[in-house]
C-alpha cells in the first residue's frame, strides 16, 4: 500500500551515484548506509581533508564490524570499501544524482552548500537535507530548482532507527517526491510525509520531553528524579540519555528552534548551552551507572 501522500513510484528517478555533503555523525552513518544498501557509489566531502578522513574511517570502521560480526561476507565488506570514497572537491559531486547534506544546522550554511554544489550537478539531480528543525523551503529559497529539494530525516542511530522523516515543500515536486520515498524504501526504512513544519512531527513531540526534562531540571528537581522517572513507560533510553545520543549541541539547537517558532509553547534552556560547551551530560562510571552532574533537590516540580 503506498504511504499517504506518496506519488506514483514509477516516476521515481534511478540512482546511480549518491553525494553526501557533510562527514560528521549523522552524514557518515547514512553514507554507509546508502552503500550498503543501494550499493551505488557514494562520496563524501566536507570542510577539509582532516573532516572527510573521519568520516571514512568511521564508516571502514563500521564495515569492519559488520565483517567481523559475520553480517556480510569478505567480498561484500570489500565491495563496500570500493564504493565509498572521499573529497574535497565539490566537482566531484557531478555525476551524482542524489545529494544529501547534513552539515551544521544553521539555514544560511546549509544554502550555501546547496548553491555551490548546484553549479555542478545536473538540473535532473535531486538534493536532499537531513534538517531536523529548519525550513525545508527556506533551504531551498536561494536554489536555481527548488523544485528537487526534499527533506529527508534519519535519526539516531541511523542503522537501527526504522523511520525517515520524507518533507515536502509547496515547491517540491512529485519526480524527488518519489524518488525519496522509494530510496527511504530501499534503505529499509519506513517513510512518512510530514508538512514542512519546525520539527516535523518527531522532533516536535521529542522537543516537548526534553525541553520538559531540562525545564524540570532548571528549576530544581534533582538530576536521578527526571531522568528516571519515565523509567516504568519502558521507554528505551532516559532523557538525559537521549539527550546525550542527539548530541548536546544538537540538543540545544532543536529546543531553540522550536522556541522561535512557538515561544509560548516550548522551552529553551540557557543550562543546556553551558553543558554542551562542558560537552557532557551524563558521566558513566566503569561500570555504565550513570552519575548525574546536577544533584539538586529531591522532588518533582
Ligand atoms: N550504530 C549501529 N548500530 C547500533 C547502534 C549504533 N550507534 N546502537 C545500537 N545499535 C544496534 C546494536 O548493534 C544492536 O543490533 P543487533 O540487535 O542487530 O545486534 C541493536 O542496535 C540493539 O542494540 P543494543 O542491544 O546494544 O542496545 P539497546 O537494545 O539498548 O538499543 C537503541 C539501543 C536502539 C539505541 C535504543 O536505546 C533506542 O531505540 N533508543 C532511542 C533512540 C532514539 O529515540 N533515537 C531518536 C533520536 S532523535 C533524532 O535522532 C532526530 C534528530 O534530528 C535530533
Not at 525519496?180 to 521529542?206: C, E
Not at 532548571?218 to 533510553?237: K, Q, R, W
Amino acid at each position: 500500500k503506498r504511504p499517504a501522500g506518496s506519488p506514483d513510484p514509477r516516476i521515481a528517478r534511478p540512482i546511480m551515484k549518491v553525494g553526501v555533503i557533510g562527514a560528521g555523525l549523522m552524514a557518515s552513518q547514512f553514507a554507509l548506509l546508502f552503500v550498503r544498501r543501494l550499493r551505488v557509489p557514494v562520496v563524501i566531502t566536507d570542510l577539509d581533508q582532516a573532516r572527510v578522513d573521519k568520516g571514512l574511517a568511521y564508516i571502514t570502521s563500521e564495515i569492519d564490524k559488520l565483517s567481523e560480526r559475520g553480517r556480510i561476507s569478505s567480498d561484500e565488506t570489500n565491495r563496500l570499501k570500493a564504493l565509498i570514497s572521499g573529497t574535497t572537491e565539490k566537482s566531484d559531486f557531478a555525476d551524482c544524482d542524489w545529494v544529501i547534506e547534513a552539515v551544521f544546522e544553521e539555514l544560511s550554511i546549509k544554502q550555501d552548500v546547496f548553491a555551490e554544489i548546484e553549479q555542478y550537478i545536473s538540473p535532473e539531480a535531486i538534493l536532499a537535507t537531513n534538517t531536523s528543525s529548519l525550513s525545508v523551503e527556506q533551504i531551498g529559497a536561494t536554489l536555481k530548482h527548488p523544485e528537487r529539494l526534499v527533506g529527508f530525516h534519519f535519526f539516531n542511530p541511523v542503522a537501527v532507527m526504522p523511520l525517515i522523516e520524507v518533507v515536502r515543500t509547496p515547491r517540491t515536486n512529485d519526480e524527488s517526491l518519489s524518488t525519496a520515498m522509494s530510496t527511504a524504501k530501499k534503505l529499509g526504512k519506513t517513510a512518512v510525509i510530514t508538512r514542512d513544519t519546525p520539527g516535523f512531527v518527531v522532533n516536535r513531540i521529542l522537543a516537548k520531553l526534553l525541553g520538559e526534562a531540562m525545564h524540570a531540571l532548571d528549576n530544581g528537581t534533582s538530576f536521578e528524579v527526571v531522568n528516571h522517572a519515565l523509567d516504568p513507560l519502558g521507554l528505551p533510553m532516559t532523557p538525559f540519555e537521549l539527550l546525550e545520543l542527539v548530541g548536546l549541541t544538537v540538543g540545544a539547537h532543536v529546543l531553540d528552534t522550536h522556541h522561535a517558532a512557538f515561544p509560548d509553547r516550548f522551552y529553551r534552556s540557557d543550562n543546556l548551552h553551558k553543558l554542551a560547551e562542558h560537552g557532557r551530560l551524563l558521566d558513566r562510571d566503569g561500570a555504565g551507572k550513570v552519575k548525574g552532574i546536577d544533584r539538586g533537590a529531591q522532588k518533582i516540580i
